[in-house]
Nanobody, 119 residues
Framework: QVQLEESGGGSVEAGGSLRLSCAAS????????MGWFRQVPGKRRELVAV???????NYIDRVKGRFTITGDNAKNTVYLQMNSLKPEDTAVYYC?????????????WGQGTQVTVSS
């Protein structure tokens, strides 16, 4: 069983910063990536940033230059530093852990943490 514990969400004014953390625990093996998704009501969950097991990172264009994802493999922890936040960044942010399985991939999700950016 794998569990993801998120922390660091909250409310901030536009231009401010927040740092999200996600710690994975349990029976973890064959990690492909860890990342952050976000979702607003009525819309699909979207990938924000991901760090692949080899260390490479990917971001959606809308957060490039403002968000930074980092990871600590030894602690199975991933962080998302969010700077210059905008109201459109308001969403529930979900931590994701993806592992390899014989049939492809398996995804694990955190419970979500609310990020609210006011103008």
């Amino acid at each position: 069983q794998v569990q993801l514990e998120e922390s660091g969400g909250g409310s901030v004014e536009a231009g401010g910063s927040l740092r999200l953390s996600c710690a994975a625990s349990g029976s973890i093996s064959n990690v492909n990536s860890m990342g952050w998704f976000r979702q607003v009501p009525g819309k699909r969950r979207e990938l924000v940033a991901v760090i692949i097991s080899g260390g490479s990172t990917n971001y959606i264009d809308r957060v490039k230059g403002r968000f930074t994802i980092t990871g600590d493999n030894a602690k199975n922890t991933v962080y998302l530093q969010m700077n210059s936040l905008k109201p459109e960044d308001t969403a529930v942010y979900y931590c994701n852990l993806r592992t390899y399985v014989s049939s492809g991939y398996r995804n694990y999700w955190g419970q979500g943490t609310q990020v609210t950016v006011s103008s």
